[in-house]
């Protein structure tokens, strides 16, 4: 057990800096209901890559080490974002996405989107955005 620790946490740095070295952040996406009380939709865990005002998601599926792709990439063309003011996504939600991820949401071309990235990754993506 003392060996898998380390050894995830070398993994996980590995495919971080890979995906930053294209330009790439990892994480989840859903669409936001503004009509219900609760933000609407599952999360869908993914890549995005970022340009001005475009963002486009490619899905994932799979463990670390092992994503495989799932489905074609959505583009949206992204008219503003929030801040990041260190929103994390519901506790009843552990079981499907990272509670310590960032939740930031964009105002996009299809509807509002909440989006949940590591807060570095939340800040040079809006960075990207220009929004």
Do not use: Y
């Amino acid at each position: 057990m003392l060996v898998q620790i380390p050894i995830s946490v070398i993994v996980r740095r590995a495919i971080s800096r890979r995906h930053a070295s294209r330009g790439e952040v990892e994480c989840a996406v859903r669409p936001l209901d503004t009509s219900a009380a609760e933000p609407g939709g599952k999360w869908q865990h993914g890549v995005a890559t970022a340009s001005s005002h475009e963002l486009t998601f490619r899905p994932r599926r799979g463990s670390i080490g092992v994503r495989t792709p799932l489905g074609s990439p959505r583009s949206f063309l992204v008219s503003s974002t929030t801040p990041d003011t260190g929103v994390h996504p519901r506790l009843r939600e552990a079981w499907f996405i990272n509670p310590g991820l960032h939740v930031i949401e964009l105002r996009t071309s299809d509807g509002p989107v909440s989006l949940a990235a590591r807060a570095s990754d939340i800040t040079s993506l809006i960075a990207r955005l220009a929004c």
